[in-house]
């Protein structure tokens, strides 16, 4: 009985304070937590509305101010139902966005959406100094630790310190009665001497040919191994923010490399599944992805592709570039032999800008079919070749890619 | 007519001064040694020493490849939205069909990320599933940048509306007069309905069929003989003993594909068939009989008659009056009175008479329903010469208003017959469909660029009951549009040619199965019970037509009865030389003549690429002082001669000496001396139709020696015989039943001081561990390889095998990977020589001639992948190795081009690139599949473009064996057997070509590893080859 009454009081009280509140509704007269307010947000609204500006439904920056909140609860929780009781209000709406169908939330409670409703006037509130902060930073790159004053000071300290020595030195002299000598007269009598003495020279000659010699061969081998090959790319694209912030699996826009030989650079197509909704980056703003509407041709104020635009392909710089002599296959190694990509492809989650981490020579290539094993005991295809491998190399042979023919020449070059 | 306009380059040309004759006569300004070098005065004031020449020279060396150092910047450019079916790198595979007007096949196109860049065959299709060396090379035919690129009119290039709006005017006023659509054969069920649909716009219109390699006068005798104009199907599976009067069913005859159904009675056992060919020409089919009889041209008939005669005899049924029989005659007529119902007698020719003898002598054998199927037709060839007669004759008369012409190129095949061009000019409104501006194109006023059959939608009725589809697989690359689309935009509706087709697919033939499914299958196979078939009523039969309905019946009794063609065959007399005109396996009718991987394809029986030539027997060169003789750099040369047949002319024709060819017959392939096909093609050969009156083959030929000049070969194989070595291993039928296969496929032994080992076990090296994993070894079956070819161009096609042309080809610098080896038999052997004393010198003298009649074996040869390979010992720089899985490996970046190891190859299977034979368009221009952007489409990606100066040769498709496993691999299970194809494997209709893994003992090459049959070549070099032969077994009787 008691609870029952709790109910209905309950009730009655929340209908009452709807009421207060729905007479002072455009006098922002609701409280709530903005914190929770922006996780549910995020959760649940970010995929269809902005704070600032139209997406798939309309900005809610001002909604408060443009609806009364018991109104918004309603719509909110259940728009469909709120439609079909014939609100004018909703139908318009409904219809202003062609039909395009917002689900229901009947998980949310009043408090809740209370809490969205309140971030949906705090975030617009800080959105405002913040793009500003983002965009003094913008254009920043990443700054190397700069080791030039250190190193000035240092010098200054020995410089001073040679200063010293020769100083005490010649006070020393003067005070014997010799004649001093300057600094570069020193220099010059060590010198000699040290010329004149044969021993001396040879080891000298020795030196300086082993660090030429060494540095030749250094500056031979690396003709050609682009390693560390950054180019910039026509769109500052960050793998950071999208496999490592995001945690986008990698196969989801090079989804040819489980399948086939290459791992395709994804088409603008792909990118577009997730940027037709996220509009702006964290960094660049929209700058960048304005590049990807340019390239499929999307209207992002319409929400439409253009009809009739010339498509134009985005032009990566190729970053990886194995000699055609090589050959190379992507599912081979991603799906047969269970290779991580970031084991090639280096810590590609942090990179803001892609480059070659590895040298991808041949040797690089043969080292590592050296030593990485196959996975023989959990795919089928081993299983009676594991047998005799097993006759062969012992029971528990660690069975690698050169055992089973992965250095033979014919297996990359053909 | 053209002007001979002259064109002067500067005012200076035109008054020819004194300058300007300077100027011609040293275009390149060039400076002789002497001149520079030549005054010693000079030179010793010059202030460059020797020592500074070699200092500027390191310099600039040195400078250069530091510059070089530098890597390019290589964009990679993705799909703005990526097809739905394209994933990069992975093959997509359209199931389609074939047909250029002569050749049909149901084919498998591979695509890779969007361009058609290979032709399979289709295993599922009824009918015609082997495509043939023609069809597996059509697909750089797509790529030839001399294809018309728009539409013409009066040989301008025009737009498409221009042509339209001209076109209509023009068609309607041609209204009254003669409306003509000539064509090949259409094989098109929808394309047939829908000329009839255009006809029936204009009140006088005709729909002409011709076939530039006629089988007219067959198809009248079946007509009268069996009521219906139209090819029965013929069922060589059913056949015990199959009898070939100038039939080449395996080269090139009547379109149905027979190759796979004889093959399929050719493995050697109790149930092989046994086939006797009567022939002039040695064609390929004469060279897979049992036994091969020579005849004279003209006395095909008379032969047939003869054979009727003593089936008849031995039957006990009426005579026909004459013919020509002998012991071989007499012999065959046994035979096959006692295989009775399955045997089969076919003849060639265009001949009604030879046709109805053949069907009479069938009928006697009593064979149909079994190896003839009347009731199932085929409709290849239905082209009607009678009709296209009366056509040329109306043209030249004036009555047709419009000719419109399609799938075939008239001037070219009709170039000895005047009154074509002549009607031509008479014929107001020209309209041709064409991919080429071609000798026809030049003489029509509008020229519809067409789409490549690649670009198409389409279908084919081949046989009753059997459709198959053609579509798409790679947007057109020009602005060309197919026939089919422009009568429908003529017809003025706007409806395409891919809803039409749909519509009469969906109403018509599928009867309630799904168009999803046939276009996926490429093939349709109507079932008798759902055979709704709304097609179009016949058009009155050829009797019907020239005597009318009532005679029709009598005329079937007397004009063309056998008895009255016996009559008339019998009476024809041998004059001079028998000519022969044949298709070669390469050219075919000429359709696809610019393709230069075709021009490049061996000929099977006389080896000789880029050409076509007058065979003629050895005993009538002599006499008339004819030769063949080869140069120092093993070049083979010829004399020409002047060949007058049908009272014209053609002038220096090479000859050829054929072994086999019968005395006093001449032949002549058709389908070169091109004018206006491309590059490629134009002036290769003679054109042998400039002589051809539709016949196949005529008398009273004659030829006179060209006393001046010679003719100069690209032959790839000069060596005629095995020399009494077991190269290709060959016993009879018999023997192989009977005797000791230690006998007749003797295996070798080494005395070692173990005892007696067999090359297998005789070893110098240690062995290399091949029960590990895979074990690639290939097994090919030389009784069912009849040398067709389509293996050398399916691997042209997939291991980007370049083109030398025909200079290079002639000093046997021919990069082909896979070749056919074919060896005549000689009189003279080991066993003869011993008995009758000949000597050693004289011997191996005679063994080199081959016999008059010889038999002919073919062995496709590529690397045999030798476990002890003698290459991989002889590299200095160990390009070429020994892989676990059997192969031998060959890496071309590593290679520095010494050429040891084909020096040390016993098969002479290594190919050397001498020159850079892609992106060299200055040399190589005529390989357009390598050294033109359009042309390069065509390569495979997943296999290297060799570059000057290495070594290459079979790799056992080695891009198809990784591809397998790794999708085993990816699947996670074991590789089944038959997953992994090599290319010659998968283009062999016959199966003669059969590759798998020894090490699963499930495997059919396991199988045929354990076959008594199976020897490797030379094996007494000890090499110990993946690749093993099946003996060549001849039905001997």
């Known amino acids: ?414 | 007519m053209a002007e001979t306009k002259k064109y002067w380059k500067g005012i200076e040309e035109l008054t020819n001064s004194e300058t300007m004759e300077k100027l011609r006569a040293n275009e390149f300004g060039e400076v002789s040694t002497e001149d520079f070098l030549g005054d010693k005065e000079k030179l010793s004031e010059s202030s460059t020493t020797r020592r500074d020449f070699l200092k500027y020279m390191g310099f600039s060396t040195a400078a250069a490849t530091l510059a070089a150092c530098e890597a390019p910047i290589v964009e990679s450019i993705p799909y703005v939205v990526t097809p739905e079916e394209v994933i990069p790198g992975i093959p997509d595979f359209y199931a389609t069909s074939f047909y250029d007007g002569h050749d049909y096949a149901s084919i498998i196109v591979k695509t890779r990320e969007g361009r058609p860049i290979k032709v399979e065959n289709n295993t599922e299709a009824g009918i015609n599933g082997g495509a043939n060396a023609r069809v597996h090379a059509s697909v750089l035919n797509l790529y030839d940048a001399t294809r018309l690129q728009q539409p013409m009119i009066n040989g301008e290039k025009a737009a498409w509306s221009d042509l339209d709006a001209a076109l209509g005017k023009e068609l309607a006023a041609a209204n009254g007069k003669q409306v003509v659509f000539l064509t090949s054969t259409v094989l098109s069920p929808t394309t047939k309905k829908l000329i009839k649909a255009f006809g029936a716009q204009y009140a006088n219109f005709k729909h002409v069929s011709f076939d530039p390699f006629s089988y007219s006068g067959k198809l009248d005798a079946i007509a009268a003989a069996k009521g219906k104009r139209a090819l029965p199907m013929y069922k060589f599976q059913h056949a015990d003993v199959i009898v070939g009067v100038g039939a080449d069913f395996l080269g090139d005859w009547i379109g149905q594909g027979v190759s796979a159904d004889y093959a399929s009675r050719r493995k050697p056992g109790k149930k092989m068939s046994r086939h006797i060919q009567f022939e002039a020409n040695m064609s390929l089919t004469g060279a897979s009989a049992d036994k091969r009889h020579k005849i004279r041209a003209s006395e095909m008939g008379a032969t047939l008659v003869g054979l009727h005669n003593e089936i008849a005899a031995l039957k006990g049924a009426a005579k026909l009056a004459g013919g020509a029989s002998n012991a071989q005659v007499k012999a065959a007529a046994k035979e096959l009175v006692k295989a009775g119902s399955k045997a089969l007698v076919v003849s060639g020719s265009n001949s009604a008479d030879i046709e109805a003898v053949t069907i009479s002598i069938n009928d006697l054998l009593g064979n149909g329903g079994t190896t003839i199927d009347y009731t199932t037709r085929t409709y290849f060839r239905q082209g009607d010469d009678k009709a296209m007669t009366a056509l040329i004759a109306d043209m030249n008369s004036g009555k047709v208003g419009a000719l419109l012409i399609d799938n075939l190129n008239p001037a070219y095949v009709l170039a000895g017959n005047t009154k074509f061009a002549k009607g031509m000019e008479k014929v107001g409104t020209t309209v041709y469909f064409s991919e080429k501006n071609d000798e026809t194109a030049q003489l029509c006023k509008y020229v519809c660029a067409k789409h490549n059959y690649l670009e198409s939608w389409g279908d084919a009725k081949p046989a009753d009951g059997i459709y198959s589809l053609q579509q798409p697989v790679i947007r057109p690359l020009f602005d060309t549009r197919q026939m089919e689309g422009c009568l429908l935009k003529w017809m003025g509706g706007t409806q395409n040619y891919y809803d039409y087709l749909t519509a009469n697919w969906n109403t018509g033939i599928l009867g309630g199965t799904r168009w999803d499914k046939a276009l996926h299958d490429g093939v349709y196979t109507s079932t008798l019970g759902t055979m709704v078939v709304a097609e179009t009523p016949e058009e009155p039969g050829f009797i019907e037509r020239i005597f009318g309905t009532e005679e029709a019946e009598e005329t079937n009794n007397t004009a063309y009865s056998a008895s009255a063609a016996a009559g008339r065959l019998v009476s024809i007399k041998p004059k001079d030389f028998d000519l022969s005109f044949y298709r070669k396996a390469g050219m075919g009718v000429g359709n696809l003549a610019n393709n230069p991987w075709l021009q490049e394809l061996p000929d099977p029986i006389t080896r000789v690429t880029w050409d076509n030539y007058l065979t003629i027997s050895a005993a009538d060169a002599l006499e008339l002082g004819l030769k063949n003789w080869t140069e120092s750099n093993g070049a083979l040369d010829g004399d020409r001669v002047n060949l007058k047949a049908n009272g014209r002319m053609l002038e220096n024709v090479p000859v050829l000496i054929q072994p086999g060819q019968a005395k006093g017959t001449l032949g002549l392939a058709v389908g070169y001396g091109r004018k206006g096909a491309g590059k490629v093609a134009n002036g290769v050969g003679v054109n042998a139709y400039a002589v051809m009156d539709g016949t196949h083959e005529i008398t009273g030929a004659t030829i006179s020696k060209v006393e001046e000049g010679y003719h100069e070969f690209a032959c790839s194989q000069l060596a005629h015989t095995m020399m009494g070595r077991k190269i290709v291993n060959e016993t009879s039928l018999d023997t192989y039943l009977n005797g000791d296969p230690a006998k007749w496929n003797e295996k070798m032994f080494f005395e070692t001081h173990k005892g007696p080992l067999s090359a297998e076990e005789t070893n110098l090296w240690d062995d290399f561990d091949h029960q590990t994993g895979h074990m690639w070894n290939m097994s090919i079956d030389l009784n069912l390889c009849n040398g067709c070819g389509a293996c050398v161009i399916a691997c042209h096609s997939e291991n980007n095998v370049p083109v030398v042309g025909k200079e290079e080809m002639r000093i046997n610098r021919n990069m082909h990977w896979l070749r056919i080896d074919r060896y005549y038999s000689s009189d003279m052997t080991e066993e003869k020589a011993e008995e009758e004393g000949v000597g050693v010198i004289d011997k191996f003298d005679q063994m080199e001639d081959p016999s008059a009649n010889p038999e002919v074996v073919f062995q496709p040869v590529m690397c045999q992948h030798c476990n002890h390979a003698p290459c991989e010992t002889v590299c200095p720089v160990a390009a070429t190795t020994h892989s676990s899985e059997g192969l031998n490996h060959m890496t071309y970046n590593r290679c520095i081009g010494t050429r040891y190891c084909a020096n040390n190859c016993p098969y002479k299977v290594r190919r050397f690139n001498w020159f850079q034979y892609s992106e060299n368009p200055g040399r190589f221009g005529l390989n357009y599949s390598m050294n033109d952007d359009l042309g390069r489409m065509v390569l495979n990606p997943d296999v290297t473009v060799r570059a000057r100066g290495v070594m290459e040769k079979c790799s056992m498709c080695i891009q198809r064996t990784q591809a397998g496993k790794l999708a085993a691999k990816r699947k996670g299970e074991p590789l089944k057997d038959g997953a992994i194809k090599t290319a010659c494997q998968q283009a062999c209709d016959t199966g003669a070509i059969v590759f798998g893994d020894v090490n699963n003992t499930d495997s059919q090459v396991f199988a045929l590893k354990q076959d008594k049959r199976m020897y490797h070549l030379l094996e007494e070099v000890g090499t110990q080859p993946s690749v093993f032969y099946q003996t060549k077994v001849r039905n001997r009787a």
Not at chain 1, 69 to 96: C, H, M, P, Q
Not at chain 1, 180 to 205: H, Q, W
Not at chain 1, 327 to 355: D, K, L
Request: proline share 4%; aromatic share 8%; hydrophobic share 35%.
């Open chain 1, 1 to 414: 009985m008691k609870n029952r009454f709790i109910q209905r009081y309950s009730k009655a009280l929340i209908v009452f304070l709807f009421s207060v509140l729905s007479t002072l509704a455009y006098g922002q007269e609701i409280s709530g937590d903005a914190a929770n307010g922006k996780t549910l947000f995020n959760a649940n609204c970010a995929s269809c509305h902005k704070l600032d500006k139209k997406a798939i439904g309309p900005a809610l920056g001002d909604v408060t101010e443009r609806r009364s909140t018991e109104w918004l609860v309603k719509w909110i929780v259940n728009n469909a139902e709120l439609r079909a009781s014939g609100d004018e209000e909703a139908i318009a709406i409904f219809e202003e966005y062609n039909g395009s169908v917002m689900p229901a939330f009947p998980g949310l409670s009043e408090q809740d959406v209370m809490d969205i409703l309140v971030y949906t006037v705090e975030g617009q509130k800080k959105a405002a100094p913040e793009e500003a902060g983002t965009g003094a930073v913008a254009g920043g790159e990443p700054v190397e630790p700069d080791n030039t004053v250190p190193l000035l000071i240092l010098g200054a300290i020995l410089a001073f310190l040679v200063y010293l020595l020769v100083t005490v030195k010649n006070t020393l002299k003067r005070v014997q009665g010799q004649p001093t000598t300057s600094l570069a007269e020193d220099a010059n009598i060590i010198t000699r001497t040290a010329l004149k003495n044969p021993k001396i020279v040879t080891l000298l000659t020795i030196l300086i040919a082993i660090v030429f010699f060494q540095q030749l061969y250094i500056a031979l081998m690396s003709v050609g191994i682009s390693e560390k090959y950054q180019p910039s790319q026509p769109i500052k694209f960050s793998h950071e923010l999208h496999a490592g912030q995001n945690q986008i699996d990698c196969n989801y826009c090079h989804y040819g490399a489980r399948k086939g030989k290459h791992s395709n650079i994804p088409s603008a197509g792909v990118c577009m599944n997730c940027h037709m909704q996220v509009q702006e980056g964290p960094k660049y703003g929209t700058e960048e992805i304005a590049k990807i509407y340019a390239a499929v041709g999307w209207d992002p104020e319409t929400y439409q592709y253009i009809e009739g635009y010339e498509q134009k392909p985005i032009k990566w710089i190729r970053i990886h570039n194995l000699p055609d002599l090589a050959y190379f296959n992507h599912s081979q190694h991603v799906t047969a032999g269970q290779i991580a990509c970031q084991t090639c492809h280096g810590p590609i989650q942090e990179m803001e800008e892609v480059y070659q981490y590895s040298s991808l020579t041949m040797g690089w290539c043969v080292n590592c079919h050296r030593e990485t094993q196959v996975q023989v005991k959990s795919n089928d295809y081993y299983t009676e070749m594991h047998e005799k491998l097993k006759e062969k190399y012992g029971e528990d042979a660690q069975i690698t890619v050169e055992m089973i023919g992965g250095l033979e020449c014919g297996k990359c070059h053909y």
